[in-house]
């Protein structure tokens, strides 16, 4: 897919580039391409010549812009840079799918093991492990999607606490129970590292290290042209033309920082790395003894839950080229993606929770054996201009470990917070709040958590979703509730099975405080049905 997006776009713009009525002030690329023009347009070699150029000229821009910065920063933003370059040379020359769809192997008998056969370490044992672990967060986006200014992991989500918070709670219970020094790790973007250093102070008095550093800052391309958006390295003047390349430039990123040498040369072992807004991605003493054990020999293990069918875009293991492979619905095949939603074919989905081998880290990196496969992402700057940015997911890198594991964990360990649906569920009765991690309430019959589906017009920020109700509702036998329209609630409403509140336009549902909702379909005209 890579490749072709880049052939259709280097054999169209080369075929201008020989045209006798090109003007003298089109882009240097054009011009540069004219000396290949006795080469057939349509032949793999005018293709290898054209993507030469494009990837030279790219280079000479990449001079240009670190030429902008000061000298003393120069070396570092060269190096950082080099990794744009070279992945922007990846995308130009992949050829074809990443993957061939009847090569994928089916999934070996040990490759995902089951959390329920982990042994439990002892207290010592637990203590001994925990001095050979860092906890890594990944810190890079923003509140804008929920309607939040600032750094997601800001937003209070319970008890006027924030996903950072809780975070470091969590990390303090662990250190004061078992007497040791596990650090914390936030992994910044461009985006969120000033506000962050700033919110960090608070936590001085706090028994837990905390370290940051921030993943790469890449310019965006003009789409049309292969050419990068920014004149300089000055950043903050333009924000709109850089990009955080995704997680998946967590390896290099955290090796450049020189954080990955000073965690391995303190005896470190292992890094668990999560998302920020995933509630459920505490430290698992068990999965740590796995890994940790004499006999074990595992790099890197991926966390794995089932598939539901919320979960079907959702990236699932794979085994190809007798190893394990992440694979994401952007590499399927069109004719293939009903497959690949299937909950039958594919039984799990990465929760993005991984534990990684340091060492094994630096030596991935230092070999340059990453090879990640590059997302596409379009988008369009306000101008109007549209550019495409390469990004790579951090899962993507378990194939170039040794001996990686997958590991079906309970549900409970993915608790994504990415809609105001999401805030609802863990801001109410639903869970308990346990030095800093939330706990299914034992007062819920079932293990799973009931389908919410809140309407965007009304609810998708977190101030006009807060607005609507007086208190969380009882949601303790909720199995679905799907509320569209303007609707508002009392104090003390409880749902009960399958609820569905639906205010028409123009018209405004008021649930009175104390309702008791149950199998309910509740439309515009306030007329109440039995489900």
Same mark, same amino acid.
């Given at each position: 897919?890579?490749?072709?997006?880049?052939?259709?776009?280097?054999?169209?713009?080369?075929?201008?580039?020989?045209?006798?009525?090109?003007?003298?002030?089109?882009?240097?690329?054009?011009?540069?391409?004219?000396?290949?023009?006795?080469?057939?347009?349509?032949?793999?070699?005018?293709?290898?010549?054209?993507?030469?150029?494009?990837?030279?000229?790219?280079?000479?821009?990449?001079?240009?812009?670190?030429?902008?910065?000061?000298?003393?920063?120069?070396?570092?933003?060269?190096?950082?840079?080099?990794?744009?370059?070279?992945?922007?040379?990846?995308?130009?020359?992949?050829?074809?799918?990443?993957?061939?769809?009847?090569?994928?192997?089916?999934?070996?008998?040990?490759? +995902?093991?089951?959390?329920?056969?982990?042994?439990?370490?002892?207290?010592?044992?637990?203590?001994?492990?925990?001095?050979?672990? +860092?906890?890594?967060?990944?810190?890079? $986006?923003?509140?804008?999607?929920?309607?939040?200014?600032?750094?997601?992991?800001?937003?209070?989500?319970?008890?006027?606490?924030?996903? &950072?918070?809780?975070?470091?709670?969590?990390?303090?219970?662990?250190?004061?129970?078992?007497?040791?020094? +596990?650090?914390?790790?936030?992994?910044?973007?461009?985006?969120?590292?000033?506000?962050?250093?700033?919110?960090?102070?608070?936590?001085?008095?706090?028994?837990?290290?905390?370290?940051?550093?921030?993943?790469?800052?890449?310019?965006?391309?003009?789409?049309?042209?292969?050419?990068?958006?920014?004149?300089?390295?000055?950043?903050?003047?333009?924000?709109?033309?850089?990009?955080?390349? $995704?997680?998946?430039?967590?390896?290099?990123?955290?090796?450049?920082? $020189?954080?990955?040498?000073?965690?391995?040369?303190?005896?470190?072992?292992?890094?668990?790395?999560?998302?920020?807004?995933?509630?459920?991605?505490?430290?698992?003493?068990?999965?740590?003894?796995?890994?940790?054990?004499?006999?074990?020999?595992?790099?890197?293990?991926?966390?794995?839950?089932?598939?539901?069918?919320?979960?079907?875009?959702?990236?699932?293991?794979?085994?190809?080229?007798?190893?394990?492979? &992440?694979?994401?619905?952007?590499?399927?095949?069109?004719?293939?993606?009903?497959?690949?939603?299937?909950?039958?074919?594919?039984?799990?989905?990465?929760?993005?929770?991984?534990?990684?081998?340091?060492?094994?880290?630096?030596?991935?990196?230092?070999?340059?054996?990453?090879?990640?496969?590059?997302?596409?992402?379009?988008?369009?700057?306000?101008? $109007?201009?549209?550019?495409?940015?390469?990004?790579?997911?951090?899962?993507?890198?378990?194939?170039?470990?040794?001996?990686?594991?997958?590991?079906?964990?309970?549900?409970?360990?993915?608790?994504?917070?990415?809609?105001?649906?999401?805030?609802?569920?863990?801001?109410?009765?639903?869970?308990?709040?346990?030095?800093?991690?939330?706990?299914?309430?034992?007062?819920?019959?079932?293990?799973?958590?009931?389908?919410?589906?809140?309407?965007?017009?009304?609810?998708?920020?977190?101030?006009?979703?807060?607005?609507?109700?007086?208190?969380?509702?009882?949601?303790?036998?909720?199995?679905?509730?799907?509320?569209?329209?303007?609707?508002?609630?009392?104090?003390?409403?409880?749902?009960?099975?399958?609820?569905?509140?639906?205010?028409?336009?123009?018209?405004?549902?008021?649930?009175?405080?104390?309702?008791?909702?149950?199998?309910?379909?509740?439309?515009?005209?306030?007329?109440?049905?039995?489900?």
């Amino acid at each position: 897919m890579t490749s072709q997006i880049a052939d259709e776009f280097l054999l169209g713009h080369a075929e201008k580039a020989v045209s006798p009525t090109d003007s003298p002030d089109q882009p240097r690329f054009y011009r540069k391409v004219r000396g290949h023009q006795r080469v057939p347009s349509g032949s793999q070699e005018f293709k290898d010549l054209t993507k030469r150029d494009a990837l030279e000229q790219m280079k000479n821009d990449i001079e240009r812009l670190v030429s902008t910065v000061p000298e003393a920063q120069r070396e570092a933003t060269k190096k950082e840079l080099d990794g744009f370059s070279s992945l922007f040379e990846r995308y130009l020359q992949e050829k074809g799918p990443s993957l061939s769809w009847n090569d994928i192997q089916k999934l070996p008998e040990n490759a +995902v093991r089951d959390y329920a056969s982990l042994e439990t370490p002892s207290t010592e044992d637990a203590r001994n492990m925990l001095e050979k672990l +860092v906890v890594v967060k990944l810190n890079g $986006g923003l509140g804008t999607s929920m309607g939040c200014r600032g750094p997601k992991s800001v937003i209070p989500v319970r008890s006027d606490l924030t996903f &950072l918070d809780l975070t470091v709670q969590q990390i303090e219970y662990l250190n004061k129970t078992y007497k040791v020094n +596990v650090p914390l790790v936030l992994m910044n973007s461009f985006n969120t590292d000033a506000d962050t250093q700033k919110i960090i102070r608070k936590y001085k008095g706090v028994q837990v290290e905390i370290y940051t550093f921030s993943q790469s800052c890449f310019p965006r391309i003009e789409k049309e042209s292969l050419m990068p958006v920014p004149k300089d390295c000055h950043v903050e003047k333009n924000l709109e033309a850089w990009y955080p390349p $995704g997680h998946g430039d967590f390896y290099e990123s955290f090796s450049n920082s $020189g954080l990955l040498k000073k965690f391995i040369k303190q005896g470190r072992k292992f890094c668990f790395l999560s998302n920020i807004d995933n509630l459920g991605a505490t430290v698992d003493l068990n999965i740590l003894n796995m890994l940790l054990k004499s006999n074990s020999t595992s790099e890197f293990l991926m966390e794995v839950t089932d598939k539901t069918r919320a979960d079907v875009k959702g990236g699932t293991l794979i085994q190809y080229d007798n190893k394990l492979r &992440l694979l994401e619905i952007a590499q399927v095949p069109k004719e293939h993606v009903d497959e690949f939603k299937s909950v039958k074919t594919f039984k799990f989905f990465n929760t993005n929770n991984l534990w990684v081998d340091l060492e094994a880290i630096e030596r991935v990196v230092s070999e340059g054996g990453l090879n990640m496969e590059i997302i596409i992402n379009h988008k369009s700057l306000g101008n $109007g201009t549209n550019v495409i940015q390469l990004e790579t997911a951090v899962g993507a890198a378990m194939k170039a470990f040794n001996h990686s594991v997958g590991l079906n964990v309970p549900r409970s360990r993915f608790l994504p917070v990415k809609k105001t649906s999401d805030l609802m569920l863990v801001m109410s009765n639903l869970y308990d709040l346990n030095h800093g991690s939330l706990i299914m309430s034992p007062k819920r019959m079932f293990p799973t958590t009931p389908l919410i589906k809140l309407g965007d017009a009304h609810f998708a920020k977190v101030k006009d979703f807060l607005s609507r109700f007086a208190n969380i509702p009882d949601l303790l036998e909720l199995d679905h509730l799907t509320v569209s329209g303007d609707v508002t609630f009392g104090r003390g409403v409880s749902f009960k099975g399958t609820v569905i509140i639906i205010a028409n336009h123009g018209d405004r549902i008021d649930i009175p405080a104390e309702s008791l909702l149950e199998n309910k379909i509740i439309s515009g005209n306030l007329r109440i049905l039995d489900h």
